[in-house]
């Protein structure tokens, strides 16, 4: 099963828009990742945000976490065309040796 | 981007036939992984392995085998390929379990 879940699972917007996802898990985690995948690439890491923080800045990318409602954020501000890709949130579980991704949300960004 | 590479990019293969598919790290990372990504369920993890020899299964590890003999490479077999296995498949490394993983370009795997 799938620790973390994204949403909304596609978003379009012009370009020049701020884009926000979601993401939401279930168990108590170290820390949280989010990835980009361009059409037919591999994931590319984003940022890490640690679970004794609550926001984490990275260029353009904010991303927030809210360990009571275990709950995340991604925040692209100033949204250009080449950020069209899917985002990928990821967790571990407190002492496990893996990741756990979500399905992603597909960003389109409109000129 | 990191040194990681996959082979074959693409392959076609007929329902029974054995598969193995490569993957090939220049980083001296100690974890090594294998996914696979179908539409409607993400990515998911087959096996992974924390060192040589040493490996554990993932999420949908059945019909999947891995061999981890030398740091650099890590191995994934079909041992008889099914048409559920069409997929494509991701090779990612990583320095610790935790940290950020760097991706390989992903193989194309078709079976008819």
């Known amino acids: 099963s799938q620790q973390g879940e994204e949403d909304p699972q596609a978003l379009s917007i012009q370009e020049g828009e701020n884009a926000t996802m979601n993401c939401s898990y279930k168990?108590?985690?170290?820390?949280l990742q989010w990835y980009r995948q361009n059409s037919g690439r591999g994931l590319v890491h984003l940022i890490l945000?640690?679970?004794?923080?609550r926001e984490k800045h990275s260029g353009r990318l904010r991303v927030t976490l809210d360990t009571s409602k275990k709950s995340s954020s991604l925040l692209i501000t100033a949204s250009r065309a080449a950020d069209t890709a899917s985002y990928f949130c990821?967790?571990?579980?407190?002492?496990?040796?893996?990741?756990?991704f979500g399905q992603g949300t597909r960003l389109t960004i409109n000129p | 981007d990191a040194g990681i590479t996959q082979s074959p990019r693409h392959k076609v293969t007929e329902t029974g036939t054995p598969v193995t598919l490569r993957c090939h790290q220049t980083?001296?990372?100690?974890?090594m992984y294998w996914y696979r990504q179908d539409p409607g369920h993400g990515l998911r993890l087959i096996h992974y392995s924390y060192g040589v020899k040493d490996t554990d299964k993932g999420e949908v590890s059945d019909g999947y085998s891995v061999s981890r003999s030398k740091t650099e490479d890590f191995l994934l077999t079909l041992e008889s390929a099914t048409s559920s296995q069409t997929s494509v498949y991701f090779c990612?490394?990583?320095?610790?379990?935790?940290?950020?993983?760097?991706f390989g370009p992903g193989t194309r795997l078709t079976v008819t």
């Open positions: 990612a490394i990583s320095d610790g379990a935790q940290d950020e993983q760097y």
């Open positions: 168990t108590s985690i170290n820390n």
């Open positions: 945000i640690r679970s004794n923080e």
């Open positions: 980083e001296n990372h100690r974890y």
């Open positions: 990821a967790t571990d579980g407190q002492g496990a040796q893996k990741l756990v």
